[in-house]
């Protein structure tokens, strides 16, 4: 029988004694719509209805508490379907003890130890199912030990084309882990150690063009330590970790696919380091965060084939992303994808109260990843992976092969409580390589200048970002309000070429032609204006528009596919093109309960949370009901 089936008979007593408190929370999303699977520049529309209900049971009683959650869905939007108990845990605190059984979230460290957390609307979940206990020792020392077992799955791909409630391969991974932590080690210091083993089960594509898999087994250790330090204005947070992996049976791997052999070391390490720290003295303050996480190196044929890639890092391991997550929507759909196993990089932000009423932040981020490769062909012929390291701790490189990312973020917040009026605008400007290849060939002629040298030809997609969102809300009669959001956004794709001569036996060229660069220009657009009133009711029209598609498919262009609103809006002269129109009302029935219901077409993108990303499907035709409610 189940762990889980086993916990809830247990709890049973718990549950019906007459002391118990409890509490319940219901979550309800229901929708009809149609989608496109976009690929090789053909779109296809199928049905994509889904329905997805969620219960959470909440109760306490002296110094238990126990929360499950179950779940029917039939599909979800995101992920497998799914019917029964979905999550579990009984807990039981004291003043020095407190033991947890069940599903476990929570970190140690920053995340670089363990970062176990979910996101429903992700079909992300790197929980662990086990037991953690935590013990605090004369007022100064904790001590924290976990084992438990993560069972995850996951996506080949986080854009179009990818159907996202299939779940490519699976994986699962046992974890134990030892923590211990001294507070006050020095006035306002505190020091943590801990210690991670785990046995991961991994899914391996023995054909590159089939879904043919098996289970390979990869086991690591990773010890690790924190130091944090907060002073009268300022704190301080350094955390480091080490891994050694290691495939014990590394001979039975070597596959081949595609007449390429996939060559795997039996041992392998890495490493990871994040550094924080702000100063705030007054009315202003100032964060500066480094991060610098090496566990893997793989070639381009193992890293864009993830089931190939088995030297990444766990499903529970989640470091801090060292640069900004956005709330604009069009910005959050165009974020930088970190890789977790192969990036450093830094990010600063600034933030300032100029007076009561005016806030300015400002952020500034940027980042590559270590290793850059490039077919090599030698003198005999022979074509093989060359890698190149960039060894700057917390310094990112500019090279095209390193894949380098920037960002500027600026934005402005003004309040004036006459009209209560709350306005803010932000500016963004983003710069990052997202394709690369390269190609160096010995040369071999007549000119004696030629053969000495190797010629290099690089071939890269660099995309530039202009983006300026603004947000206004004013205060109406009767505590009502209305509030506008509108954003811009330009795109500047290039499309670039470059060619140089490197002498033999050096690392840096002597002879760089032009840089050849193509640009496409894109433009988007997104709107919505909102009516409502705090905590009773609100209506939401919605605006998305973009110039064209990078696929070259039109979307919303034949009118016989027209919902009610777009048939409206066609007939008043409206051109709809790669347009998309909705409208929402809520509805709050009490504090705690609301019902919200959507009509119209939604455009897809990625939706990130922690450094995960997802494509989420746009959505033609949709209606769509959701209903919360807690008590």
Not at 123 to 150: C, H, M, N, P, Y
């Amino acid at each position: 029988m189940k762990i889980r089936t086993l916990l809830l008979f247990a709890v049973c007593p718990f549950l019906i004694a007459q002391e118990t408190q409890f509490s319940i929370g219901l979550s309800s999303f229901n929708g009809n719509a149609k989608t496109t699977i976009v690929q090789f520049g053909k779109s296809e529309f199928y049905p994509y209805n889904f329905g997805e209900h969620y219960l959470d049971l909440s109760a306490w009683r002296g110094d238990w508490s126990f929360w499950t959650n179950l779940e029917l869905s039939s599909p979800p939007r995101i992920g497998p379907s799914f019917a029964g108990l979905r999550k579990l845990r009984l807990s039981w605190e004291r003043d020095n003890y407190n033991f947890i059984l069940g599903d476990l979230y929570g970190q140690i460290g920053r995340g670089l130890g363990l970062n176990m957390w979910e996101n429903q609307s992700m079909d992300w979940d790197s929980t662990l199912r086990g037991a953690w206990l935590k013990v605090k020792l004369r007022q100064q020392f904790k001590v924290d030990l976990i084992t438990g077992k993560t069972k995850g799955g996951r996506h080949l791909g986080g854009g179009e084309g990818i159907d996202p409630r299939r779940r490519d391969f699976a994986e699962d991974e046992t974890v134990t882990a030892l923590s211990g932590r001294m507070e006050d080690f020095l006035p306002g210091t505190n020091v943590g150690v801990y210690l991670i083993f785990m046995n991961g089960r991994r899914s391996w594509f023995t054909s590159r063009d089939s879904n043919d898999l098996e289970i390979v087994k990869v086991t690591s250790i990773k010890p690790g330590f924190l130091l944090d330090y907060t002073g009268q204005n300022f704190d301080l947070y350094l955390e480091g970790t080490s891994r050694s992996a290691s495939i014990p049976d590394v001979d039975s791997l070597y596959s081949k696919t595609h007449s390429m052999w996939h060559h795997y070391e039996r041992q392998t390490s890495g490493r990871g380091f994040h550094f924080a720290g702000s100063f705030y003295p007054g009315n202003w303050g100032i964060t500066v965060e480094l991060k610098d996480y090496l566990y893997d190196m793989s070639s381009p044929d193992q890293r864009t084939h993830l089931p190939f890639r088995l030297g990444r890092s766990s499903l529970v391991t989640g470091p801090p992303i060292g640069f900004k997550e956005h709330s604009s929507t069009l910005l959050a759909r165009t974020p930088h994808v970190m890789d977790m196993d192969d990036e450093l990089g830094f990010q600063v932000e600034f933030n300032k109260q100029i007076n009561e009423n005016l806030f300015l932040l400002f952020n500034y981020s940027r980042s590559s990843r270590h290793t850059t490769f490039v077919k090599e062909t030698d003198a005999q012929f022979n074509i093989a992976w060359k890698r190149s390291d960039h060894d700057r701790l917390f310094i990112p490189s500019t090279d095209y092969g390193f894949y380098p990312f920037h960002e500027g973020y600026v934005e402005l917040t003004y309040r004036y409580d006459p009209l209560r009026m709350d306005f803010s605008a932000g500016l963004a400007q983003s710069s990052e390589v997202v394709i690369y290849s390269g190609h160096s060939a010995y040369k071999a002629g007549s000119s004696e200048w030629l053969s000495g040298r190797s010629k290099m030809f690089e071939l890269f997609t660099r995309r530039n970002l202009f983006s300026i969102p603004t947000e206004l809300t004013l205060g109406l009669p009767r505590n009502m309000f209305i509030s506008f959001d509108i954003e811009h956004q330009w795109e500047a794709q290039e499309l670039g070429s470059k060619t140089s001569f490197t002498p033999h036996g050096e690392s840096r060229p002597d002879s760089v032609k032009a840089v050849e660069i193509d640009i496409v220009p894109f433009y988007y657009r997104y709107s919505s204006l909102t009516v409502g009133k705090a905590s009773r009711f609100a209506f939401s029209f919605l605006f998305d528009h973009l110039s064209k598609t990078k696929t070259g498919d039109v979307f919303n262009a034949d009118p016989e596919q027209d919902n009610a609103l777009e048939d409206l809006m066609r007939r008043n002269q409206i051109e709809l093109a790669n347009k998309w129109f909705g409208v929402e009302a809520t509805l709050y029935v009490t504090s705690s309960t609301f019902l919200s219901i959507f009509y119209g077409s939604i455009q897809g993108g990625l939706k990130c949370e922690n450094g995960i990303c997802v494509y989420v499907p746009g959505l033609e035709d949709a209606s769509m009901l959701s209903f919360t409610t807690n008590f």
